[in-house]
């Protein structure tokens, strides 16, 4: 797409004042599946769609638990997210240790994002390649945070990444002023909607490629997956994709290469 | 629009025939880009002022603070990549953390400021880094001495300002600030002149159709010149590096509007 | 790459740490805190149904030396603790003007709604103090931290031995043996606090005070007080400071020998 002189590392900038390696670090989170995430006054929710990269192979795990307060949803290359949630875990433990508190959500988020900016500045390394939706909650409430490999992290009502995510982003703009007063199911139904409108066309929500998360003010972070996602496809009721199956009211299409379900290497998911 | 270094410009320390360090050029740019930062040196504190651009309705209005504390009595706003931003603030934590450990006492903001050019000087001498792309709004109240004012460029320049800007609407900005008396203001009425420059700098550039969001903070010296120590040996209030409460930058907004547009019911403009 | 001669021979210092240059050094052996010098005596404190009061002299011995007298050894840490130090003065220093310091100041920059209490402190402080004697380097202090926290109040101990305990009624020192019994008839356990009032609290801890001056050969009759009362959320600390022992009565000191008018 871009390629040109200034597109080799990250210590270079263009004339135009860009770094290039670093935009491209976040291209490769558009190649993963997506993943959504919304607050309300009382919990944190992230839903994510899982892919797999044939038929019988297991499908790759979107959501990580960092501590009982607070978990990611990862998009894009997935061992970078392992190096990065290890790390988080670490600054949680640590945190606990010390201080006898769960980690401020934004403390640990901040963490993340001075080491990733490092990556942005030094030669010899690469950016992280994955982007993070960070849900948790601490003694200020529920919080949402993007992370992204610039070291950009932004605190979010509503959030999408990954391939397809704008459409799940169109949703959650349309709607979030009801999430703050919305209940724990409002919410996880808002967030399987958000990500109902990423699916590619045929594709449905289905308890294999659906992982959801949520953590309250007085619920510990769980993570559901497979049957335990069921009763909430059953709420949701229609799970199939609303691509091509209408005219302009459909989500928008999605032009960029369609989730390689086989050909693509050790992207994530 | 610029000259390509032709084969000068794809190393950081590099120097051109021309003796210039392209890469350092091209951090400029990014900073170019970034939203407006400003810093008013008023006679009793100094004021700092950010146009956020809001990128998304979903963002958390409120939150994504850009203008960081350093120590208790320093302020630093910066414009252009915000990840470097982070780095740069993060430094300058350490460097006031270790001046205390050493001397006892708050950093003096010169000092600081001097780190800070150093620190982002060195960033532009290695092919293996490249040089930060922020430039940095540097605010403060030393013991002695009173209010000051700095700004540090990519290549690690550092001057001392009474009025400084930076961001897309720095020409505006400057503009701006140039007609004011400003060794002779307050900070109240520096806050009022600062929401009415970022208003002016957002409108000349952004287009009027795309929201932002006000962050301004100060550090106001105590009306007796001496700082108002609280019972736990802190400075209180003043003296102290906070955001200026709601009501005054709603006010101060309103006030800005009136002053730009001659009312208010014109444009629809931005709301924090 | 690091080409300087300390890292000649030696992995990487990203995966295994930065060269500790101490090993390099030709300066004098290290050497470790084995006693204290100049030393701060008790520091009493005690729970009442709306907070906890701390109070502690303002003495620093030298010895037998009352060498300093206008030494301040309660600190207050945020807006919700007071932390009590006594033991060795200069590492009372050190806990105070630069790690604590640098705690809240590190805290307070962050400006996201988060805020150290008691409990916090206290864990901090416990872990410093444990990871110090375990370098066989330890602060000699005995540390009170007092406080408001979970709408209760808060009082915990912890020391040079990183030993950790809390309670309704503590003292550190010559207080530990004096003070304790004093405020165990006011406060027996846990329960009594809720019966105990604010001035019933404050008056018991000057009791002990005087109590100490009088058997206490390290201490002195000037003192400063810290009352944390706080309700629900809210948290108001008052600091009292050069407070007078009161109707102090040395009769005892008559039949004394070798005190008084003796005549035998």
């Not at chain 2, 003096?108 to 780190?115: E, F, G, H, V």
């Not at chain 3, 808060?154 to 043996?177: I, K, Q, R, W």
Request: hydrophobic content about 40%; aromatic content about 8%; overall charge negative.
């Amino acid at each position: 797409m871009f390629r040109n002189n200034y597109d080799n590392d990250s210590v270079t900038f263009s004339p135009q004042g860009r770094i290039f390696q670093v935009e491209y670090a976040l291209e490769a989170i558009k190649q993963g599946s997506a993943a959504v995430g919304l607050v309300s006054n009382t919990h944190a929710v992230l839903i994510a769609l899982k892919r797999n990269a044939e038929e019988l192979g297991s499908y790759q795990k979107k959501i990580i638990g960092i501590d009982t307060h607070l978990g990611v949803a990862l998009a894009g290359l997935a061992p970078d997210a392992r190096v990065l949630s290890n790390f988080m875990r670490q600054q949680s433990m640590s945190s606990r240790f010390l201080y006898n508190r769960p980690v401020p959500v934004a403390r640990v988020v901040n963490a993340i994002a001075d080491k990733a900016q490092v990556n942005t500045q030094h030669y010899g390394r690469r950016p992280y390649g994955v982007g993070l939706l960070v849900a948790g909650v601490d003694e200020t409430g529920p919080h949402l945070w993007e992370f992204q490999p610039s070291g950009m992290v932004l605190e979010y009502r509503g959030a999408a990444i990954g391939a397809r995510s704008q459409s799940a982003k169109t949703y959650l703009e349309r709607n979030y002023e009801s999430f703050g007063d919305a209940t724990r199911e409002e919410l996880v139904l808002h967030g399987l909607t958000a990500l109902r409108d990423t699916l590619a066309q045929d594709k449905e929500l289905t308890t294999a490629n659906v992982s959801l998360a949520i953590v309250g003010k007085d619920e510990k972070f769980k993570l559901y997956d497979g049957d335990e996602v069921a009763e909430w496809l059953e709420k949701l009721g229609n799970t199939q994709s609303s691509r091509g199956s209408r005219g302009a009211a459909a989500a928008p299409p999605a032009p960029e290469a369609a989730a390689p379900a086989g050909d693509s290497m050790d992207v994530d998911a | 629009m610029t000259s390509i270094g032709t084969g000068y410009d794809l190393s950081n320390s590099v120097f051109s025939p021309d003796g210039r360090n392209f890469q350092v050029e091209y951090a400029t740019k990014a900073v170019e880009n970034g939203g407006t930062a400003i810093g008013l040196r008023c006679k009793d504190g100094v004021v700092l002022a950010v146009e956020k651009l809001i990128q998304s309705k979903l963002l958390v209005p409120g939150s994504n603070k850009r203008i960081a504390t350093v120590d208790r009595h320093v302020g630093i706003a910066c414009a252009g990549l915000i990840p470097d931003a982070r780095h740069f603030v993060s430094r300058a934590r350490n460097e006031a953390s270790s001046w205390r450990k050493g001397y006892y006492g708050p950093i003096p903001i010169s000092s600081l400021a001097d780190r800070m050019g150093q620190y982002a000087q060195t960033y532009t001498l290695f092919s293996s880094v490249r040089p930060f792309g922020v430039t940095s709004i540097i605010g403060g109240l030393d013991e002695e001495g009173g209010p000051s004012l700095w700004m540090v460029e990519p290549s690690g320049v550092t001057w001392g300002y009474f009025g400084a800007a930076t961001g897309r609407g720095r020409q505006a900005a400057k503009a701006e600030l140039e007609k004011l008396d400003l060794p002779n203001i307050t900070v109240e009425e520096g806050v009022k002149h600062a929401a009415r420059i970022i208003l002016i700098a957002h409108g000349d550039n952004s287009g009027k159709d795309k929201d932002y969001e006000l962050e301004m903070t100060w550090v106001r010296m105590p009306p007796n010149g001496e700082a108002e120590i609280a019972a736990d040996g802190t400075v209180r209030g003043y003296g102290r590096h906070e955001e200026v409460p709601k009501d005054i930058v709603e006010q101060a907004e309103k006030d800005a509007k009136k002053a730009v547009e001659g009312d208010d019911d014109d444009e629809k403009m931005a709301e924090s | 790459m690091n080409h300087l001669p300390e890292a000649w021979g030696r992995p990487r210092d990203d995966i295994y740490g930065a060269y500790d240059h101490q090993y390099v050094s030709a300066s004098n052996p290290n050497q470790h805190t084995t006693s204290p010098v100049v030393t701060g005596t008790s520091v009493v404190a005690l729970k009442y149904n709306g907070g906890v009061v701390i109070a502690a002299d303002n003495l620093a011995s030298y010895g037998s030396l009352a060498r300093f007298t206008n030494v301040e050894r309660l600190k207050q840490v945020g807006s919700h603790t007071v932390v009590g130090a006594s033991g060795d003065v200069s590492d009372m220093q050190f806990l105070f003007d630069e790690q604590l310091e640098q705690l809240i100041i590190s805290e307070e920059y962050q400006n996201d709604g988060h805020h150290l209490r008691a409990k916090h402190i206290y864990s901090y402080l416990s872990r410093v103090m444990y990871h110090r004697r375990s370098k066989f380097n330890p602060l000699w202090n005995v540390l009170l931290v007092a406080g408001w926290d979970d709408g209760k109040p808060f009082l915990a101990s912890t020391d040079l031995l990183g030993t950790t305990f809390s309670g309704p009624a503590l003292a550190s020192g010559f207080g530990a043996h004096l003070a304790i019994p004093l405020l165990r008839r006011v406060c027996p356990d846990e329960a009594a606090v809720a019966n105990i009032t604010r001035e019933q609290a404050i008056s018991v801890i000057e009791e002990c005070m005087k109590v100490l001056f009088y058997r206490d050969a390290r201490s002195m009759n000037k003192y400063s007080m810290s009352i944390i009362s706080g309700e629900g959320d809210k948290v108001e600390i008052e600091h009292r400071k050069d407070i007078q022992l009161k109707q102090q009565s040395w009769k005892f000191a008559e039949s004394i020998r070798g005190y008084g008018a003796q005549v035998v």
